[in-house]
């Protein structure tokens, strides 16, 4: 079997194992932030970064959020990562933008963030201080789920089919989520051109 055989075989698994339930929460609670009003913030780093800004036009586009990916901003972004430092560059930037309870945060990570092990921290502050004045935090990630799992309101958790293909699976199949939640009835306002 070829390594693009191998490849899309997990592809196809992943599909068999990613839990729709999972996704109907995450979709509830995005149509309930966007009927009070609330606000959506789509955080990640790397890839999830990536994620976010695409995922930010499409969330104003199709569905009528107020979405922001604090990252598109890279004079901000440098400014804070230097000043404040990376563990504190998401969250200060939710302070400065008045952050509340209507507000909703999108973690996009594969991991999801660690206190144990100081992994994207980044992350990890951003939803503590979401939890802190009771925003609602969803997310898609894999692994174990990390932090955002543990806290989160509703959080995809994207299945381990094969260890050394984590990152690329779960970055692909983040794509496809949030596509299929930008596209999925209770949110998607306008249609695609095409």
């Known amino acids: 079997m ?8 997990e592809c196809k698994l992943m599909l068999t194992f ?3 339930k999972q996704i109907e929460n995450v979709v509830n609670i995005l149509e309930e932030v966007r009927n009070n009003n609330g606000r959506l913030f789509i955080i ?6 990536g994620h976010a800004s695409h995922a930010v036009c499409d969330f104003r586009k199709l569905c009528d959020f107020e979405a922001y990916a604090p990252y598109d901003n890279i ?3 440098t400014a804070r990562v230097n000043d404040e430092s990376w563990e504190l560059s998401i969250v200060k930037w939710l302070i400065t933008s008045n952050l509340n309870s209507k507000d909703c945060i999108f973690v996009i990570s594969v991991g999801g963030g660690s206190i144990e092990k100081l992994v994207s921290m980044n992350l990890v502050n951003a939803i503590k201080y979401a939890k802190e004045i009771n925003s609602k935090v969803v997310g898609i990630v894999s692994k174990d789920g990390g932090y955002t799992r543990k806290v989160g309101d509703a959080v995809i ?5 094969n260890n050394e293909n984590i990152t690329p ?5 983040q794509a496809v989520i949030w596509h299929l ?3 999925h009835p209770k ?6 051109t095409w």
């Open 2 to 9: 070829t390594f693009t055989e191998k490849f899309l075989d």
């Open 18 to 20: 990613i839990n729709t």
């Open 44 to 49: 990640g780093s790397g890839g999830g970064a």
């Open 75 to 77: 004079s901000e972004l």
């Open 157 to 161: 958790l994207l299945p381990v089919i």
């Open 169 to 173: 699976l779960t970055e692909g199949f």
């Open 181 to 183: 939640l930008v596209s």
């Open 187 to 192: 949110l998607q306002i306008n249609k695609t």
